[in-house]
């Protein structure tokens, strides 16, 4: 779905486009020029930062030229800042274009992590559909690709295996959302070969901390979480209410910043993809993983805590 220029011009609101005069409206405390942590992808050691970027919606904006700068303003604030694994899909409309347009603009930084996805039931239409994401993305190499919410995952596995070996991208993966097909998921992450799994994760829906999670470092797979805010539907459920007073120890200044250190000081997560409209969140969902992570205890006392509200 295509959302409306006013619709989109809300969420980048001041952050981006009013950004060009000087403005910097507040969301959460301050950003740091502090680079996260980063963590390895398993089969290659190769490391990456554990904040990436979503485009779930908020790059869905068409041919809109003032949309087009904006989203390429909270790109380039995404590797400023230390960013590097971007993540898309056929399925999120105009989104990869928008990110082949920033990259294009910021002469395709050399740090950037191109991590897509095949989304399509019919087996015939994979390459195709392989060979389209690349053009978009001006790219000849794509990092990862996934597919997505495990469509026709086993005709679109066996593609991507045969493109992985002729060295037209690196990484090999599969996905899902909102805690769907898990004991499927499960099967596949035992008994093929992958490099990355992407699921849904956060401090309420914790059902991939039993198994797959497990499974997953046992496995050498790497993780990417989507939805850690749940659409934003966590940060406001808990605007407002009381930070834990312990949220200090590990520089939480806000909720934001307390629910992504909880999802990426999980051993195994490699990176969570929040997806934004606004520099300033880029800068700040960044910083929250520049700083001390919780360890187990206090993981924890983040999960009881959140229970109690």
Not at 63 to 73: E, F, G, I, Q, Y
Request: aromatic share 8%.
């Amino acid at each position: 779905m295509l959302f409306g220029r006013r619709t989109i011009l809300r969420g980048f609101g001041a952050a981006t486009i009013a950004g060009v005069a000087g403005l910097a409206p507040p969301r959460l405390s301050a950003a740091t020029a502090a680079k996260p942590i980063s963590r390895p992808i398993p089969s290659s050691g190769e490391a990456v930062p554990v904040v990436g970027l979503g485009s779930w919606i908020t790059f869905n904006v068409g041919n809109d030229p003032v949309l087009l700068d904006a989203s390429t303003k909270v790109i380039a604030a995404f590797f400023e800042n230390g960013g590097r694994l971007i993540d898309s899909s056929p399925m999120y409309g105009s989104s990869q274009s928008t990110i082949g347009y920033a990259l294009d603009k910021l002469g395709y930084p050399k740090q950037a992590f191109a991590a897509d996805k095949i989304w399509t039931s019919f087996e015939a239409e994979g390459a195709t559909q392989f060979d389209a994401t690349r053009k978009l993305w001006g790219l000849n190499t794509m990092d990862l690709m996934q597919v997505h919410n495990l469509l026709s995952w086993e005709a679109h596995l066996e593609m991507l295996k045969e493109k992985k070996s002729a060295g037209e991208f690196r990484y090999i993966g599969i996905t899902t959302s909102h805690g769907r097909r898990h004991r499927e998921l499960e099967a596949i992450m035992a008994g093929h070969d992958i490099d990355f799994v992407q699921l849904t994760y956060n401090v309420l829906d914790r059902e991939a901390e039993p198994r797959l999670l497990p499974l997953a470092r046992e496995r050498g797979i790497a993780v990417i979480v989507n939805r850690p805010y749940q659409r934003g539907a966590l940060i406001r459920r808990f605007s407002g209410k009381p930070l834990p007073p312990f949220a200090a120890e590990i520089d939480a200044g806000s909720w934001p910043q307390l629910l992504l250190k909880f999802i990426v000081s999980h051993p195994a997560v490699t990176c969570a993809i929040p997806a934004t409209t606004r520099v300033v969140h880029v800068k700040e969902n960044l910083a929250s993983a520049a700083g001390p992570l919780p360890d187990a205890g206090m993981r924890a006392r983040i999960g009881d805590y959140v229970g109690q509200l």
